[in-house]
């Protein structure tokens, strides 16, 4: 049979008594619980909470959070809130775009324009990041809203009260570079085929096939603003202390299309010492330049090759056993002619021996590599001279000391 102990009113009055009512940490970190009674029983020193250990903690303050520097105190979401920068908050309403970062909550916040509150960037369409953590080092970045084949675009903009004036300054675009594909576009690709904004394309020495730059490597930037201008700069890419860079530009509008590429002039480099090859139209009776002095140099810019041609005969100069008229005399170019035919300049000529021989010859191409001189007229002393090409009999018979001197200019093959 069962046993019933039932609960008498002194038997209640001391369960009563013994129950624990409260409870706290003194100064010296142990908990003091406190009974029914009154009577308090220390339950001792409570451990600290470590990384790897619970225990006590105490909790944080916004500025302790903030400052980042505690260790030992706990942060709430409140605390952790208060920071600002931490946190990105998406704004229901929107200020207007004059309105001043007092407007925007501390931190970074997020909202989305969709065309009709009033801005004045992309049409009032896109999204405005807000960088607000001071007054006065506040930054808004607009983004455009495009997407797949559409061109991604952002402005900037920044706050101070009182630097330029004070206020917002003007939106500035960010220019983002397009790489594009050399193979899909050529000389004559429209404007608006190229995407808004920067582009660039690079060509290898075979990828600039069909442009005026053809068989040069480098770098095309092209800027369109989309609608009615654009502008094209092409930069050579070499390298070294001698290497000389090439740039050529064009601009293009709606109307008319792409204008010609046209060069950017620059400094010219220092002209080269070259050594004419010296031959015949016969290839027979060759002449050899001996102990003549020859100051011949050049120099090249672009296609345009500037020369000066100098040659005093010497006296172990050598102008070919036995000549005859049909051995016209050929002296190699420092680079190669576009052309043949084309003539370049003129050249003086003196009889050296007489000092009174004297008349003028014109250089032209005669193959891509080698030019002739051609007379005409006739002597300065007005002895006429029939035309034809010069050898070493004609104008005259030639000697130590007689001379060829002069100036001339062609056009290079590339």
């Keep these: ?169 003007a939106w500035r675009q960010q220019m983002i570079m397009n790489d594009l594909n050399t193979a899909s576009f050529s000389q004559s690709t429209s404007f608006t085929s190229y995407p808004t904004g920067i582009s660039r394309l690079y060509f290898t020495t075979s990828s600039s096939t069909g442009w005026d730059f053809a068989g040069l490597a480098g770098e095309i930037q092209t800027y369109s603003d989309g609608t009615d201008f654009a502008k094209q700069d092409f930069t050579s890419h070499v390298g070294g202390s001698s290497g000389v860079p090439v740039r050529w530009f064009r601009t293009a509008n709606s109307a008319s299309g792409w204008t010609n590429w046209q060069k950017v002039h620059v400094e010219f480099p220092a002209s080269t010492q070259w050594t004419p090859t010296w031959t015949t139209s016969s290839g027979l009776r060759l002449p050899s330049l001996g102990n003549a002095t020859v100051d011949c140099r050049y120099f090249k810019d672009g296609r345009k090759v500037d020369c000066k041609f100098e040659i005093v005969f010497g006296s172990s100069t050598n102008f070919g056993a036995s000549p005859t008229t049909t051995d016209n005399w050929l002296f190699s170019l420092p680079v190669a002619a576009a052309r043949t035919g084309d003539s370049m300049g003129f050249i003086h000529m003196q009889n050296g021996g007489t000092g009174t021989s004297m008349m003028m010859a014109r250089a032209k191409t005669s193959t891509t590599t080698t030019f002739i001189l051609s007379m005409a007229g006739g002597m300065f002393s007005g002895t006429p001279v029939n035309p034809g090409d010069v050898d070493s009999i004609s104008p005259w018979t030639w000697a130590s000391g007689d001379y060829l001197r002069g100036n001339f200019t062609y056009e290079s093959a590339s």
């Design 1 to 169: 049979m069962a046993t019933i102990t039932g609960l008498t009113a002194s038997r209640m009055l001391a369960i009563e008594a013994a129950t624990i009512v409260d409870g706290d940490f003194d100064s010296a970190g142990h908990l003091i619980l406190e009974k029914h009674d009154g009577t308090q029983i220390d339950v001792g020193h409570v451990a600290d909470a470590t990384t790897g250990a619970k225990g006590m903690v105490e909790l944080a303050t916004d500025a302790e959070t903030q400052a980042g520097t505690d260790a030992t105190r706990a942060v709430t979401p409140a605390s952790l809130f208060s920071i600002p920068g931490n946190k990105v908050q998406i704004l229901g309403t929107i200020p207007s775009e004059s309105a001043t970062p007092a407007s925007y909550p501390l931190g970074i916040s997020h909202m989305m324009l969709t065309g009709t509150e009033g801005w004045s960037i992309n049409s009032s369409t896109g999204s405005v990041m807000t960088n607000r953590p001071h007054t006065d080092r506040t930054q808004q970045t607009f983004y455009s809203n495009p997407g797949g084949t559409g061109n991604p675009r952002a402005w900037v903009r920044y706050y101070h009260t009182s630097n330029n004036g004070g206020g917002w300054t």
